[in-house]
């Protein structure tokens, strides 16, 4: 008695650089351990695809004008700010044109709470570029009101070159918005102060 194992990566995936994938795995299995035994189909629950690529989303959070938003937070100044995600897509395991897109959501939590499920929707972006790793920004958003932000973004994946989705909703993804500066609005109250 013994036992065998098919490396795939080495049999069936070896020397590939694009992205392979099955749609499931049909096992076959032997009805018994004589010389006369049938090989019979067992057909199993659907299993996820194999792939020999996988993909990795990592965010970053931006001001409307396209800086990192600095630790403290952004200020909202008269009222209104503007946000923007920055998201890196990478490939692993294979190579391809990037294709597919990034959809962006924003959620107004307290902390410890991530944005991992519902939010507003901001939009979606198209991944472009020869080649992964590719960056990809939201539209922006406009926050009016202070408080705590998580982003998420969720790379749909390319069915087509067998490319799994990834998406990241991580403590990076979180930023604060303050309410608008003191000093700003004592200014603002001075400059209107008659002479």
Do not use: H
Not at 57 to 75: C, F, H, N, Q
Request: glycine content about 12%; hydrophobic content about 30%.
């Amino acid at each position: 008695m013994g036992e065998a194992a098919v490396n795939l990566t080495d049999t069936i995936f070896g020397g590939e650089t694009t992205c392979l994938s099955f749609a499931n795995t049909i096992p076959s299995t032997v009805t018994g351990n004589s010389d006369t035994a049938d090989y019979k189909d067992t057909i199993l629950a659907t299993t996820p695809p194999i792939t020999n690529c996988e993909t990795t989303t990592v965010t970053t959070p931006k001001t409307g004008a396209g800086a990192d938003i600095p630790a403290d937070g952004l200020s909202i100044g008269t009222g209104v700010v503007g946000a923007k995600d920055s998201a890196v897509v990478s490939l692993t395991g294979g190579s391809a044109t990037p294709a597919g897109s990034v959809s962006f959501w924003l959620c107004k939590v307290d902390s410890p709470a991530l944005c991992d499920t519902g939010g507003t929707s901001i939009g979606s972006t198209n991944l472009s570029g020869a080649a992964y790793p590719a960056t990809v920004v939201s539209p922006q958003a406009y926050v009016t009101s202070a408080g705590r932000y998580c982003w998420r973004a969720v790379f749909s994946g390319d069915a087509a070159n067998g490319i799994p989705g990834s998406s990241d909703s991580g403590a990076n993804e979180c930023f604060t918005v303050n309410p608008g500066e003191p000093d700003a609005v004592d200014q603002c109250q001075r400059g209107r102060e008659p002479r």
